[in-house]
């Protein structure tokens, strides 16, 4: 297929990871008339050729405006900070539908584990001098 609809379909399974839908919630959120999972997986992927009428149904179902879509900017040169914070919101919305008691042990397990990545990198740096 195109290189336009690669970067179509990659700009649409960036925004869905962001905000932490997968690819079978899209395809319910398309309704009666929608798609697939694996119709959304060929999309994503630059395989199947789409309609106007497709792309509308799939930034609604996204809830993004034309202007979000066609932002290529997240495709050339993404920075570590622009990953980063990708990641910090696919975390933030995988903890959204969870209790407090949740989420503060996620917090607690994972300060414990980077306290550990900490001390084992002091502890290999030292080893190296």
Known sequence: MSDFLKLVG???RIIRVSKGLSQEEVAE???KLGFSKGRISNIEHGQS???LSTLEMLMKALDIAPEELFNFQRLSGVT???EKNLMLDIHRSLLRERN?????YVVRITRDFLNTIDAQTKKNSS???
């Open 127 to 129: 080893n190296v001098e």
């Open 10 to 12: 990659e700009q649409l």
């Open 49 to 51: 050729n789409i309609t």
């Open 100 to 104: 407090l008691d949740e989420v503060k």
């Open 80 to 82: 570590d900070i622009e």
């Open 29 to 31: 959120r398309t309704g």
